[in-house]
């Protein structure tokens, strides 16, 4: 089973850190994993518990992505200086006492990204957005869509690129409700949205043609939580058009796909 949170914003009160920004939370069983521009920490029980520092990452990282499969951690892309974003794939075991070995480099993603969102689906992993800022790559905020395929060591041994969202974004979230992938919110570069695409999951892990839900968000949003229970999409916090939210909100999807009103 796989459990993880890509833009963590629980807990935030008990991290060990006074002002974070673009970190990720990642659960493994028990353990949660902060993993900050210069830090990695660990805490069985953020709540009741400190955060113990653990094994760090071997450059400065933000704007990545991470995620948990076969009881490793991995840290997609990021960049901690501007036209330098990493394409590695970065996997550490952790140990039953919630140490992180060494950080090895388990594969290469197509494009070094910053700001992109990842969801799991089995042993199908999918990076959706982001910005592409190296020289020499496509630059601004992208709609591509890649698909990886994780054996069972929890490590991605192929890309495919998938059908393109509708418009191009990033800082936005992503959830996977039944089998379908939804993306909503972000930033184009000059804009910020509040539009929610969803597209089917085929059997063979291709994606569907997007579709724009008639329900958008309940304003312009990004850089915020978004996860998914049952047929719950929530929505929290967030930044919209320069102002930071406490809201939450929540959306009940239906079979067909379609969201109710938040």
Known sequence: MTDYISLGSLFLQFLP???????????ISTPFFLISPAYT???NDPIQQSWS??????????SHASFSSSGRLSVIGGSAVTGKSKFDIKTSIPANDGDLGNWTTTSLVPNALIWHKIVLNGDDLYILGGREENPGSAG???SKVYRGELDENGAIISWQILT???GDRSLGGAVIVGNRIYYAGGFDGSTRHSEIFYSDINPDGTLGSWKIS??????VLQGFGMVSKGNYIFIIGGESNGTSQPDVYSSLVNPDGSLNPW
Not at 17 to 27: D, F, N, Q, R, S
Not at 214 to 219: F, G, S, V
């Open 17 to 27: 850190m006074k002002k974070i920004l673009y970190l990720t939370l990642v659960v």
């Open 214 to 219: 008639p329900i958008p968000l309940p304003y």
């Open 53 to 62: 520092y653990t094994m760090p990452l071997p450059y400065l990282i933000s």
């Open 164 to 166: 393109q969202m509708p």
């Open 41 to 43: 920490y660990a805490a």
């Open 140 to 142: 601004g905020d992208v």
